[in-house]
């Protein structure tokens, strides 16, 4: 029997806008059981489409279909289709590469996010709302992938700290088939290893993709410094590229015995140094030290998971721009990422300006870019285009 749940007048006004989340507080009526599918209603009772419910979660219901039709296997099976046809017209299934499979609810599987490394699926469901589509997904994207690489092993990393506000347990190991010794995959000219089960993630960071092949573009003959570098791959590509000399700053030092493998792997570890300390001090300390660097890169991890934490994540931001402009050169580049989605566009540019107005100097943006096409930007969820990477060319004093 179809659970219905229904919208109240507010709820219904915002599901129309085309945003697939539906809040605890635009509900009305009797709530159904955790990850069962729904039929929205409108307070008149009028049929609007169907949705994914969570029980212990402000967003109650994320919608999948705007259709009468309840969704079928039929239903999932082009979904699937669509989010590989849209990777294999990118030219992202190159059987040595990586690149991201289903973005959540911006590919129509709320919750759940696919990610790729060479023959390595690594499934992450971060709602009750997409526990039901892992097996779907897992069954269902190898054969789909099998013209252009082979599916060697099925990884669930279903261990974001976001399942604790779902009610949901954690959840990491191999689902079908053989994990490789070591998964390798290569990016640009950079090969590198990926630690699928206890990396950060599921394993990577995917959503840099294009930028980084941006900064490398920028760093021949360049000294370059990789702050919250992790894996390193911004200073990884900047080094191929021809910098003469890249410093890469992280605290994880299984990151960095990583980054250190993978430097001699690709024939540039007399040129990248990583250094294991916490980014933010040392970007104080190569300031006080008079360190200069030709591109500098601060990537940091989110400062805003919500609204309530913006002001914290505005400070934290500014900050780290004033701190990284005393290391550029002038005529130098400073590149400065946020993955807070409650961070806009335009906020984190305003964040950007006041922090040169602080450090006195005369900043440019040459380009703000976003994630990658695999990493897709739904226009009706604007927290699917969450990450906002801005060029900066850093001139002289104001």
């Known amino acids: ?113 696919v990610d790729r490394y060479a023959g390595v699926l690594v499934l992450q469901s971060g709602a009750q709302a997409s526990e039901e589509l892992v097996p779907l997904a897992a069954s ?41 010794e070591r998964v390798e995959v290569v990016e640009g000219d950079v090969a590198w290893t990926v630690d699928v089960l206890g990396g950060h993630k599921t394993g990577a960071y995917l959503d840099q993709r294009d930028n980084r092949a941006r900064v ?17 791959l911004f200073g990884l590509r900047a080094a191929r590229a021809g910098a003469r000399e890249v410093l890469c700053v992280d605290q994880s030092r299984d990151a960095g015995e990583r980054l250190a493998a993978a430097a001699e792997r690709n024939g540039v570890a007399d040129r990248v140094r990583f250094e ?18 030709d591109v500098a890169v601060v990537d940091p991890p989110a400062f805003a998971r919500n609204r309530r934490e913006l002001p914290g994540a505005e400070r934290g931001y500014r900050e780290l721009a004033r701190r990284a402009l005393a290391l550029v050169d002038e005529g130098g580049l400073l590149v400065m990422a946020s993955c ?44 699917s285009a969450y990450l906002k990477c801005a060029f900066l060319r850093v001139g002289g004093r104001a």
């Open 140 to 180: 269902g994207l190898p054969s789909r992938l099998a013209d252009h690489v082979e599916v060697a092993a099925v990884v669930e990393r279903s261990d974001a700290s976001v399942r604790r506000l779902e009610d949901l347990p954690p959840r990491v190991g191999v689902l079908a088939g053989e994990l490789p």
């Open 216 to 232: 490398a573009a920028e760093c021949a003959g360049a000294s370059v410094l990789d702050a919250f570098c992790y894996d390193g």
């Open 276 to 293: 294991r300390a916490n980014a933010t001090k040392a970007l104080r300390e190569l300031a006080t030290a008079g360190r200069r660097f």
């Open 1 to 113: 029997m179809t659970e219905t749940v229904r919208l109240t007048g507010r709820g219904r006004r915002r599901f129309r806008t085309g945003h697939p989340w539906i809040y605890a507080d635009d509900l009305t009526g009797p709530r159904p059981g955790r990850g069962a599918l729904v039929a929205l209603e409108g307070p008149d009772g009028e049929r609007l489409g169907w949705g994914l419910h969570s029980a212990d979660s402000k967003i109650a219901v994320r919608a999948v279909s705007r259709e009468e039709a309840e969704p079928d296997e039929a239903f999932w099976a082009r979904r699937l289709d669509e989010a590989v046809a849209l990777r294999a017209c990118a030219g992202l299934l190159d059987p040595r590469g990586a690149c991201r499979l289903l973005h959540g609810d911006a590919d129509g599987f709320p919750g759940l996010v």
């Open 340 to 383: 807070s989605h409650a961070v806009t566009p335009s906020a984190f540019v305003e964040i950007l300006g006041r922090a040169a107005a602080e450090a006195g100097r005369r900043v440019f943006l040459e380009h703000l870019a976003g994630a990658g096409v695999d990493h897709p930007a739904l226009l009706t969820l604007p927290e």
